[in-house]
């Protein structure tokens, strides 16, 4: 079974920056992508970024384009989330995910349900 280790989350002032990580580990793991998602207080959550296991093939949105990347190191299984000139907008759970059984295209990689295994969430607290 495959597990999820999430941190770096914390408590910033707007502006500032956090680098989330989030590491699979457990029986051989055949990632096509992780992605992180997050869910904000009385909010669905939604997708914030994801990147293709095989290329390196990076998808955000447009809310936080220039603001927020998201890197991987395969050796490490581990995926990082770059959180920058943050806002109080931004405050929410942070979630990470990842797929193993589907090859995401485009359309598919920001949707929740390719994704099997969830982590437990980080809490990402921007003040203003």
């Known amino acids: 079974q495959v597990q999820l280790a999430e941190s770096g989350g914390g408590s910033v002032q707007a502006g500032g920056s956090l680098r989330l990580s989030c590491t699979a580990s457990?029986?051989?793991?055949?990632?096509?992508?992780m992605a992180w998602f997050r869910q904000a207080p009385g909010k669905e959550r939604e997708f914030v970024s994801a990147?293709?296991?095989?290329?390196?093939?990076?998808f955000g949105t447009d809310s936080t384009k220039g603001r927020f990347s998201i890197s991987r190191d395969k050796a490490k299984n581990t995926v990082y989330l770059h959180l920058n000139s943050l806002k109080p907008e931004d405050t929410a759970v942070y979630y990470c995910?990842?797929?193993?059984?589907?090859?995401?295209?485009?359309?598919?990689?920001?949707?929740?349900?390719?994704?099997?295994?969830w982590g437990q969430g980080t809490q990402v607290t921007v003040s203003s």
């Open positions: 995910a990842v797929a193993s059984r589907t090859r995401p295209i485009a359309s598919t990689i920001r949707t929740q349900q390719i994704y099997e295994t």
């Open positions: 457990g029986r051989a793991v055949s990632t096509t992508a």
């Open positions: 990147i293709r296991w095989a290329d390196g093939n990076a």
